[in-house]
């Protein structure tokens, strides 16, 4: 023969975002704060404002990584596409990865149903363990479906059940896991607040869960090994954009390092990150 197989690979790349927010108070504001004893007599101070803004800056970092989308090459502008967005956890496994659908409000609450994923993680060559993340409907529709499995011994008990969590099965309850096995691989059932949550992904998606693969991913020319999720921040010489926060004022509490002339304290919250989502053909996502 004359000709070469060629493998095709293909190379996903993944821009990075940058996620800004800020909280303001005033200087009459700013003297209510509260204290909290630490013990000894150590007393500190803290801003309840802030504090929520803060949890609300980290919850709309992590919605990013999860539903960002990328733009398509239709939506380019003629400024070189400058929002050209970055790819979000389950758009990654919409494009590449396993979707399981259906009508009805719970798609996945049969071993008919579940043994289909089996055999389409079996054709994609997946790891023998999973990390299952669920809304509330979906973890009840599987407790039911386990509940009626007892009988058959499909939740028996096995020796590497729970080898994500060193074969001890007290580990997993604590870290709120509850596993099983069927056809071979072992899945590890946890709820996810963010598809409980009505002010989150509860009442916006109709996804009700994902199944990531608890492996690292090893490359075939280097053979280092990665993640099959991994979270990426932009970082130099000791600089990190991982999570930065500061402060500035016009005088109030010290702050004079900006906003002159302003009875005003500014919180300044910004992040540049990006999800890489390793073989994607091996994530699953339940969809309603």
């Known amino acids: 023969p004359t000709g070469f197989t060629d493998p095709g690979i293909v190379r996903y790349t993944n821009p990075y975002m940058i996620v800004k927010d800020r909280y303001e108070v005033n200087g009459s504001q700013a003297t209510n704060i ?6 000894n007599g150590d007393f500190r101070w803290f801003m309840y404002g802030e504090k929520e803004a803060r949890a609300r800056f980290e919850d709309k970092r992590e919605l990013m990584l999860l539903f960002g989308e990328k733009r398509g090459s239709s939506d380019a502008t003629a400024l070189d596409n400058p929002l050209a967005g970055s790819e979000g956890y389950f758009s990654a ?18 071993f008919s149903e579940f043994d289909d994923i089996i055999i389409e993680l079996d054709k994609q060559g997946a790891p023998s363990e999973y990390a299952m993340y669920l809304n509330r409907k979906q973890d009840l529709a599987i407790d039911d479906m386990l509940a009626a499995g007892i009988a058959t011994g499909v939740t028996a008990g096995l020796p590497g059940q729970f080898g994500a969590f060193q074969n001890d099965a007290d580990m997993a309850v604590k870290l709120g896991f509850k596993s099983f096995t069927r056809g071979g691989y072992t899945f590890h059932k946890h709820d996810w607040k963010l598809l409980n949550d009505p002010t989150l992904g509860g009442a916006s998606t109709k996804i009700q869960g994902a199944m990531c693969p608890m492996t690292q991913v090893v490359d075939p020319r280097s053979g280092a090994k990665a993640p099959a999720l991994e979270m990426n921040y932009k970082a130099s010489n000791g600089y990190s954009r991982e999570m930065e926060h500061w402060v500035t004022g016009g005088g109030i509490m010290g ?23 390793r073989a994607a053909n091996q994530h699953v996502v339940i969809k309603g």
Do not use: C, Q, W
């Open 34 to 39: 509260g204290y909290l004893n630490m013990g």
């Open 93 to 110: 496994i919409e494009d590449r990865g396993i979707i399981v659908s259906g009508a009805n409000a719970n798609p996945l609450d049969s």
């Open 255 to 277: 702050h004079t390092n900006g906003d002159a002339g302003k009875d005003v304290m500014t919180f300044h919250y910004r992040s540049e990150i990006n999800l890489i989502t």
